[in-house]
């Protein structure tokens, strides 16, 4: 059965500094495809990023990035230049027939 | 477009009630699903629907139904409701296939009592 992890259930970084949120997860297959959501306060889901498991590129969102890295299961979240409106849970989820989420990880950001 | 919308935001039911979670969607999206996020932890899939009169259980669908008469709308019964069903519900949508974005509703907060 596919697995979601996020290790680090809370992070916490000053405004203006980088993070990265780890996500490892387990599948047998080999399309596949993974996000992070971002929950605030708000309790409003929202798609961060996206990425196909056949590509090799990781993909970019603004101040967001990824670093994907098929063979070892893993998919981490890199924010930039963070920003209080970044304070929020954040889902990492991997889908094949359905979508399958981890237990998030709440970030707080420290002005 | 209004996008995902649950009503009611709250509601507080006894043990053995039973209620309809409503969910619409005006983006016309083929894949509707429903969730339950208990304190603390991810999301985790109950029912989902891949169009109008076709619908599947997800990870934890004891104790719940869903019936998808029409593209937009996906309703969720909870029949004799008990404490373990507390929880914060969300109904999302999305276009073809799981690998789309989820587009969410603004959740409902359930309480069992």
């Known amino acids: 059965a596919q697995t979601v992890t996020q290790s680090q259930p809370e992070m916490s970084v000053q405004e203006a500094e980088t993070v990265t949120l780890s996500c490892t997860y387990d599948?047998?297959?080999?399309?596949?495809?993974l996000f992070w959501y971002k929950q605030p306060p708000s309790r409003q889901m929202i798609l961060v990023i996206r990425?196909?498991?056949?590509?090799?590129q990781n993909a970019t969102e603004n101040r967001f990035s990824v670093n994907f890295q098929k063979a070892a299961k893993s998919f981490s979240l890199k924010i930039s230049d963070s920003q209080l409106g970044d304070t929020a849970m954040y889902f990492c989820a991997y889908s094949y027939d359905k979508v399958i989420f981890g237990p998030g990880t709440s970030l707080s950001v420290i002005p | 477009n209004a996008g995902v919308t649950q009503t009611p935001k709250f509601r507080i039911l006894k043990i053995g009630q039973s209620m309809t979670l409503q969910c619409t969607q005006d983006m016309n999206h083929n894949y509707m699903y429903w969730y339950r996020q208990d304190p603390g932890m991810g999301l985790k899939l109950i029912y989902y629907s891949v169009g109008a009169g076709i619908t599947d259980k997800g990870e934890v669908p004891n104790g719940y139904n869903v019936s998808r008469s029409t593209t937009e709308d996906f309703p969720l019964r909870l029949e004799l409701a008990a404490p373990s069903q507390t929880s914060v519900y969300f109904c999302a949508s999305s276009r073809q296939g799981t690998y789309n974005e989820q587009f969410f509703g603004p959740g409902t907060r359930l309480t069992v009592l």
């Open positions: 599948t047998s297959e080999s399309n596949y495809y």
């Open positions: 990425q196909e498991a056949y590509k090799q």
